[in-house]
C-alpha cells in the first residue's frame, strides 16, 4: 500500500510502498477514504510532542471502509467507520477506572503511537471505531473524527457561556461556532491580525464579530476557547472573559504561557485544558451531528501531497480543513 510516513520527527513525510498490515486479535483492517489533516499531526511532525516511536504514518481523522476482521472480532454491520485519535486505553488505571479514559495513563493514539490514515489502509482496535452519520460524503466526515470531536469536548468544558469566544479559527472551531450556534449561543471569532479571510470566513459562519486576537474583545465574554497553539492568548482570553468565566485551552500543544498579573485571574476565571477524547464523547458527539447537520468546510488534497498540505497548515493558509484522499 502506498503511505506518507515520518521517518524521523522534523523530517518531510516519504512517500513508501509499505505490505498492507494484517488486522490483529481485536482489529480491523479498514480501506482508507479520507483523512483529515489535524494541527496535532503537525506537531507530531515538527517533534514539538515528545512520546513519537518513528517510523510512524500520522493521521488520525480516519474515514473508512471495513475490509476484513482479526481474530476474535466480528465484521461490523456498518461498512463505513470512522477512526479517531483515541486509539487504545488500558481499562485498569485509575483514570479508566473512572470513566476519564481520555487521561488513561497508557493511552496510544492513532498516528502518534500507533499507525494512522496517511495512507491506503490502517488497523484499528474495533472497540475505538465510531459510527459516521450517513448524510456526510467521506471527505466531509473527516474533520468530525477530532476537530469536531474536540470542539465538542471543549464546548462542553466551556459552561453555559452565551458570549462565547474562539481564538483561532481553523478547523475545530468552524465546527464549533456552528455547534454554538445552534444553540442559541453568540460566537466572537479572534484570529490572527491581518488575516482577513479567516475573519471574513467567521462572518460568514454566523459569528456574531471577528477581529484580531491581540486586540480588545468587544463585549466582555462569559468563555474563551483558545485552539491556537499560542500561549500568549491565555493572559488574553483571561482578559477578555467577564468575572467567573473560563478560558479552555483545546489543544495538545501551545508555547509557553507568558507571566501575567494576579488581577486577570482574579474574580473567580479559571483555565483548564481539554485533553483528547473518550468513546463516550464520540458516539454523542456523532449522535449530534446526524441529527442537525453541520457544514464541514474542506478542501480535498491527494494522499501524496500530504507534506503540502501539512506546510498549508503551518502557514495558517487553510480555510476550514483539509483532507486528504489515497
Ligand atoms: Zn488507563
Ligand atoms: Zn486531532
Not at 41 to 56: C, K, N, T
Not at 285 to 306: I, K, N, Y
Request: hydrophobic residues 45%; contains cysteine.
Amino acid at each position: 500500500m502506498r503511505a506518507m510516513l515520518l521517518t524521523r520527527a522534523g523530517a518531510p513525510l516519504q512517500a513508501t510502498d509499505l505490505p498492507i498490515p494484517e488486522p490483529g486479535p481485536g482489529q480491523l483492517l479498514l480501506r482508507v477514504r479520507a483523512c483529515g489533516i489535524c494541527r496535532t499531526d503537525l506537531h507530531i511532525v515538527d517533534g514539538e510532542l515528545p512520546g513519537l516511536s518513528a517510523p510512524r504514518i500520522p493521521g488520525h481523522e480516519i474515514v473508512a471502509e471495513v475490509v476484513a476482521a482479526g481474530p476474535g472480532v466480528k465484521m461490523p454491520k456498518a461498512a463505513r467507520l470512522g477512526v479517531p485519535w483515541l486509539g487504545w486505553t488500558c481499562g485498569e488505571c485509575e483514570h479508566c477506572r473512572a470513566g476519564r479514559e481520555n487521561l488513561c495513563d497508557a493511552a496510544r493514539f492513532t498516528g502518534w503511537q500507533l499507525d494512522g490514515g496517511y495512507a491506503e489502509y490502517v488497523v484499528a482496535d474495533q472497540r475505538y471505531c465510531m459510527p459516521i452519520p450517513d448524510r456526510y460524503s467521506d471527505t466531509e466526515a473527516a474533520p468530525l473524527l477530532c476537530a469536531g470531536l474536540i470542539g465538542h469536548r471543549a464546548l462542553k468544558a466551556a459552561g453555559e457561556a452565551q458570549r462565547l469566544g474562539l481564538y483561532g479559527f481553523g478547523a475545530a472551531a468552524h465546527i464549533v461556532a456552528q455547534l454554538a450556534h445552534k444553540e442559541g449561543r453568540e460566537v466572537y471569532a479572534f484570529v490572527r491580525r491581518g488575516d482577513e479571510p479567516a475573519a471574513e470566513f467567521a462572518r460568514q459562519l454566523g459569528c456574531a464579530w471577528a477581529g484580531p486576537s491581540d486586540g480588545p474583545a468587544p463585549v466582555p465574554l462569559d468563555a474563551a476557547i483558545i485552539f491556537a497553539p499560542v500561549g500568549a492568548l491565555v493572559p488574553a482570553a483571561l482578559a477578555a472573559v467577564r468575572k467567573g468565566g473560563r478560558v479552555v485551552c483545546a489543544g495538545i500543544h501551545m508555547s509557553d504561557i507568558p507571566a501575567f498579573p494576579y488581577a486577570l485571574l482574579w474574580g473567580e476565571r479559571s483555565v483548564c485544558s481539554v485533553a483528547n477524547l473518550t468513546r463516550r464523547d464520540g458516539l454523542e458527539f456523532m449522535e449530534l451531528a446526524g441529527r442537525s447537520p453541520l457544514d464541514t468546510s474542506v478542501e480535498v488534497m491527494p494522499l501524496a501531497s500530504a507534506n503540502e498540505a501539512l506546510g498549508r497548515l503551518r502557514r495558517g493558509a487553510v480555510r476550514g480543513a483539509l483532507v486528504l484522499v489515497p
